[in-house]
Every structure is written in C-alpha cells, then in structure tokens.
C-alpha cells in the first residue's frame, strides 16, 4: 500500500463560502486557544498540557461557545493535534540541540485548511463533496481517484478552495523493465535524458512567470496598506497558484511517461544547500550594506525551478514504488565535470555547454552529464544487491 493525495478545486457557493470561511475563523481561535492554554500551563507551571487534556475539554467549550456544535467533532480535535503537532516539533527540536522557534500563533492569512480525519464527509456522485455541517459543494474531478479516501481535507488559498482526499492506494506493480535512465535536471533543459533526448520546459513557465514579474512590480508601486495593494496582491497570489498548478500538472505527465519506460531512474541528489540559499550580505567597512546579487540569484524563476525539481524527483519515487519500480539518487559531485567517454575530470564552466575531451567523446554538457548519473546509479544498485 502507498499515499496517495489528491486535490481537486471546489466550487462553493456564495453561503457555503461563508460556512467555509466561518468554519475555518473557528478552527482558528480553537487553535490559538489551544496554543495559548499550553504555552501558559508550561511558562507559568512548567507544566506539559497533553491532547487528551484539551480534546476532554471540547464538550466544555460547546457548552460555552454554542456555535462550536456547528462544527463536526473530529474537525475539532484535529485541530489540538495539530497544536500537539507543533509541540512535539518543538521539543524534538530542542532535544537535538537545535533552536527552534516557538510554537507560533497563526494569523487569519497562515491558517488555511481544516481536516476530517475519518468521517463526516462523502463524495457522491454528482461530483459533490458533502461535509458535515456545511453541506454538499460542488467539486472538479480533474483526475481519476483510486484507493480508499482515509482523510478530507479542506484548503483555502487566496479565493479558492480546494478539497484534498489523502488515499491508501494498492500497489499495481508494472511488468518488469531492465531498462535504466540518468536524469540531468537543469535550468536550458527541464531535464536531459542520458540517451541524449530531452524535456523541455513548457511554453507557459516563460509566459505565467513574465505575468507574475509585470504583476509583481505593479504591487511594488502601492501604497502599503491601500486597498489598490490588497487587490494586487490578491492578483499576484491567484497568478502564483496558476504557475504552480500548471506545473504539477506537467510533473504528474512526465514522471508517468518515465515510471511507465524504464525500470530504474537515476537523479542527483538535489542539495537544497545549493538549491535556494541566498548569498551572504555583504558590507563595507562603514557597515553599509552592499549589492550581493541576492535579487538575481533568488529570483521568482528560480524558486519556481527549484522547487519544479524535488517535486519532480518525488513524483518519480512514488510512482516507482507503485509500480514495483526504482529511483535511484546519486552523489552530484563532478557529474558534469567528468568525461563519460574516458573518465578524466574536465573542469569547465557553467557557461560552457559542450563537453569535448582529448579522449574524442564530444557531446552536450547536460547529456555528458545524465550519462555519468547513469553510470553511478547503476554502480550504487550494484553494491547494494
Ligand atoms: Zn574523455
């Protein structure tokens, strides 16, 4: 058996909306609350309030705050695990010596899904997802669902609501596959295949991004707290959404189209060190702070690329483990330095796109590149086996 999520975009009307929302607000202060009731208990006391503490207090607070029985039950202790959530969190963190931060109180804009974690809701099949104590709203059944539904979750984001049914889906192992790939992902290329084909960006990345860009900068221009600049940043974030859901979108195909032809996937491992660090402020001696190129290198593209690649990469290793087949991930070091023909290091800059070595091989930087990937994934499946 494996997860599966899946989520699809509902469509409530105006009154549901406003059950959502209002449901939503709830589970909110309950959280905060919840936070609240702890933090004090543990600064005050030194006490640890368990969950079973605060979910024995649920019929108390009905009884109080009526409007707390329009919600479904298992809604609402959801909502202390959560706050139990963030403090196991915590202390794991503690215990490891790291610094975490305190377990935070969240603002309207922060807290955005509400879960029923077993029942309470249904799916029917008018394509409407019918919850407890909100009613039927109807939903876009994009994707087949397979599996059994285990949780339902509902997620707002800017304007739009979406449901999340987590599945336990049975494995459906494809027929065996000898065949390997390596896998170069990059910034040209999406990816570069080591038989030397290629996965181009879509068209749309280059166009959403360009609109994301103009929209961004109209909202540089507001004044901060205007209504022009809510209404510009509600356009920015309904834009961001548009990107993201067009690629995974396009994810989804890809690993399909590479799940279903090959065995065995190779892909460096992806350093998030490397992959989104910003570079370190720079000052002068009078302690004035200095153009670091942060604003280049941490640009929109590239958060969109980085973070196109590890959801790549886990699409591939979910899929795989469905299908009875294998990602492999290997170390990056001098993938793209050394010559798949002899094996010799050949530095080279990032600038330089073709790999040409005294040795003969001659061939595309990436393709050099996902053929050494290749060559180590399948040493490292050796000397595992
Ligand atoms: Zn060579």
């Known amino acids: 058996m494996s997860k599966q999520a899946y989520k699809f975009r509902l469509y409530p009307t105006r009154k549901q909306a406003q059950a959502l929302t209002w449901t939503l607000d709830r589970c909110r202060e309950l959280y ?9 208990a543990y600064r005050m006391a030194g006490k640890s309030i368990t969950y079973y503490d605060q979910a024995n207090q649920l019929p108390e607070i009905k009884d109080i705050r009526e409007e707390y029985n329009d919600i479904h039950s298992q809604v609402l202790q959801d909502v202390l695990r959560r706050v139990k959530k963030a403090f196991d969190n915590f202390f794991r963190r503690c215990k490891n010596g790291e610094e975490p931060g305190y377990p935070r109180f969240q603002g309207k804009n922060r807290y955005d899904s509400f879960c029923y974690p077993q029942g309470g809701y249904s799916l029917t099949y008018d394509h409407r997802v019918c919850l407890s104590k909100v009613g039927c709203i109807k939903v876009k059944l994009h994707r087949q669902l397979k599996g059994t ?6 997620k707002r984001e800017g304007d739009a609501w979406y449901v999340v049914f987590a599945c336990e889906v049975e494995h459906e192992p494809l027929q065996e596959n000898a065949e390997a790939v390596g896998i170069d992902l990059g910034l040209l290329h999406f990816a570069t295949l080591s038989d030397g084909s290629t996965i181009e960006n879509p068209r749309y990345y280059r166009k959403a991004e360009q609109r994301l860009e103009r929209l961004q900068q109209a909202l540089s221009r507001k004044k901060r707290g205007s209504h022009r600049r809510k209404k510009a940043v509600k356009q920015v974030a309904k834009s961001h959404r548009k990107v993201s859901n067009q690629r995974r979108d ?3 195909k890809q690993s399909r189209n590479l799940v279903n032809s090959y065995g065995t996937i190779v892909f460096e491992e992806l350093q998030p060190a490397n992959m989104s660090k910003r570079p370190k402020p720079k000052q002068d001696e009078k302690g004035t702070y200095l153009p670091n190129g942060a604003a280049a290198k941490g640009g929109l593209n590239k958060s969109i690329v980085d973070a196109g690649w590890s ?18 991930q290997v170390n990056p070091k001098y993938t793209s330095q050394i010559c798949s023909g002899c094996g010799t290091v050949k530095k ?14 001659q061939l595309d930087r990436d393709h050099n590149a996902a053929i050494n990937i290749l060559r180590l994934g399948r040493s490292l499946q050796e000397t595992r086996s």
């Open 149 to 154: 539904i285990k949780t339902c979750t509902i």
């Open 250 to 252: 396009f994810l989804h």
């Open 348 to 361: 080279k800059e990032l600038s330089e796109r073709w790999h040409s070595c005294d040795c003969g091989t």
């Open 32 to 40: 905060n609350a919840a936070l609240q009731e702890r933090r004090d």
């Open 311 to 328: 959801q790549f990469v886990q699409f591939c290793a979910y899929k795989a483990a469905n299908a009875g087949r294998t990602v492999v």
